[in-house]
């Protein structure tokens, strides 16, 4: 190793064994000036030779020295095992607020209008499929039906019983003290005709029935089945979607029924244990405050309700990315979708209906 006129010469071979003596002698190079590290003596490199030469600059940084003289071998050596060639690694700089906002937006009007599309295309082949069955498995309307309406139909009877028993309870107490007992009733019937059936049963089928589209529809977008049904000429709307679509359109408005009926005999449970009130006097001030225009709403908003569930559980379903990781997460997503605007939509039936 010799140093002359700002360039270093290094002799012989930069090797594991030469490495440990070439490192004790360096020292006394470094305090001076080296612009160009000079291998042209150099019979032989290994790894450890490129390392001890990263070193070596890494050492003389504030003089940017360079490497000359690299015969063919030796250049072919230091590419392979250096770590100072490649392209360099850049900080990733923060978006502005203003790129995420906007690009958020743009996010949002492309699955808005996804999400129209797939809806339109999904009301067109059911009604289309009502007097044309082709594209659908015979039987599936029934299966689902099933699978939507009488699965749940316990689950939902128990909880509409504890929710009549919970609002005839609460307001029980209040109406005791004016001697009011009877209107009682009055309140379960508008309550679960108009709000807490239809919201209730809605959130629950979301919660169950709403779940097991989005995650049925996405694995078999995961596994290829959609793509499988294309392929074969077989409409994925009209095979999988649709016979969902009339199942729970026929059910909602009867599960939504149910929940009502059972709501307002939990009411007459606290009625007659808790305000002395007779069966007949219950019922008759319950079934005299309901107007048609009650029933309608309620039943109306059972359907819209129902087609919200089918359409978000298929928008989720159909838009998954990934395996079984991405089923799990577009499940979560289309209940969450779902229980919000199932809220939504009853607030806007609110708005229009009530004032």
Not at 173 to 185: K, S
């Amino acid at each position: 190793m010799n140093y002359s006129d700002k360039k270093l010469f290094l002799q012989g071979a930069l090797t594991k064994s030469t490495v440990p003596v070439l490192s004790g002698q360096v020292h006394e190079f470094l305090g001076r000036e080296i612009r160009f590290i000079d291998l042209n003596e150099v019979t032989a490199i290994d790894s450890a030779g490129v390392a001890f030469l990263d070193d070596l600059q890494e050492r003389l940084q504030q003089y940017r020295p360079r490497v000359v003289n690299l015969s063919p071998a030796v250049r072919d050596t230091i590419k392979v095992f250096t770590r100072r060639v490649g392209p360099e690694i850049k900080a990733v700089q923060p978006e502005n607020v203003l790129v995420k906002i906007g690009s958020g937006l743009l996010l949002w009007k492309d699955s808005v209008v996804r999400s129209f599309i797939l809806a339109a295309d999904i009301i067109f082949w059911s009604i289309i499929g009502i007097f044309d069955r082709k594209g659908q498995r015979k039987g599936s309307v029934i299966s689902q039906s099933i699978l939507i309406g009488v699965d749940a139909l316990g689950i939902i009877g128990l909880l509409s019983l504890i929710l009549g028993l919970i609002l005839a309870l609460q307001s029980a107490a209040q109406l005791r003290q004016f001697g009011a007992n009877i209107y009682v009733a009055d309140l379960i019937a508008i309550s679960m005709v108009r709000e807490m059936g239809p919201m209730m049963t809605a959130i629950l089928v979301a919660g169950r029935s709403g779940s097991a589209i989005a995650s049925e529809i996405a694995t078999m977008k995961v596994t290829e089945e959609i793509d499988a049904l294309r392929m074969m000429a077989i409409d994925p709307i009209r095979y999988v979607v649709v016979p969902k679509f009339h199942a729970i359109t026929i059910c909602m408005p009867l599960l939504v029924t149910v929940s009502t009926l059972v709501g307002i005999v939990g009411g007459l449970i606290i009625g007659i244990t808790y305000l002395d009130l007779s069966p007949v006097s219950y019922f008759n001030e319950a079934f005299n405050i309901l107007t048609f225009k009650d029933v309608i709403i309620g039943l109306m908003k059972s359907l819209f309700f129902a087609w919200v569930i089918v359409i978000i559980g298929s928008y989720y379903g159909l838009s998954v990315k990934g395996g079984a990781e991405g089923v799990g997460k577009v499940t979560t997503l289309a209940v969450v979708a779902s229980i919000f605007w199932v809220i939504v939509l009853d607030a806007i039936n609110s708005l229009i209906f009530y004032f």
